[in-house]
């Protein structure tokens, strides 16, 4: 692409039409290049060398919502996922009931579920939760149950 590479490409896209689903095809596997793309909103990121057939498929999953990635780019991602160290925080530096919010989100529980375990508000539950990303330094969900899982919690 002559203006700009696929990572910004999906970043312009995501950042006005959010709805849009992307599938990044490319020959580069480079480490970075992978995760800023899935980071800006892309569902997938395939290599050029996939089959036409794996293609449709892929792109099929992706309308469904499922993240798509062959299996030596997941594997990049996970070696290099598993090289990042756990935040350097402790158990004592949440709250209580940060504590008990953590707990319920470890064990899958929504949103509504954990408001209504513990008698609070979603909107109280999703404060919370916002407060515990910060503390751990992650964005979204899945990468915080990894991350509060690898701490112990």
């Known amino acids: 692409m002559p203006d700009m590479d696929g990572v910004e490409a999906t970043r312009l896209i995501k950042k006005d039409?959010?709805?849009?689903?992307?599938i990044v095809l490319t020959t580069f596997d480079d480490d970075d290049y992978i995760i800023n793309a899935l980071t800006y909103g892309a569902a997938g990121y395939l290599l050029k060398d996939?089959?036409?057939?794996k293609l449709v498929e892929a792109i099929r999953d992706g309308l469904s919502g499922n993240i798509i990635l062959p299996g030596r780019v997941a594997a990049k991602i996970t070696s290099r996922l598993a090289q990042e160290s756990t935040p350097r925080i402790t158990r004592e530096e949440f709250t209580e009931r940060e504590?008990?919010?953590?707990?319920?989100?470890?064990?899958?529980?929504?949103?509504k579920e954990i408001a209504e375990t513990?008698?609070?508000?979603?909107?109280?539950?999703?404060?919370?939760?916002?407060?515990?990303?910060?503390?751990i330094n992650v964005k979204d969900r899945a990468n915080a149950v990894l991350v509060l899982k690898k701490m112990g919690l």
């Not at 039409?17 to 992307?22: E, K, N, W, Y």
């Not at 909107?123 to 910060?134: D, E, H, L, P, R």
């Open 99 to 111: 504590l008990e919010v953590i707990t319920l989100l470890v064990q899958g529980k929504s949103n």
């Open 50 to 53: 996939i089959s036409g057939e």
């Open 118 to 135: 513990l008698s609070l508000t979603v909107g109280t539950v999703k404060n919370y939760i916002s407060q515990i990303y910060a503390k």
């Open 17 to 22: 039409f959010p709805q849009t689903v992307i």
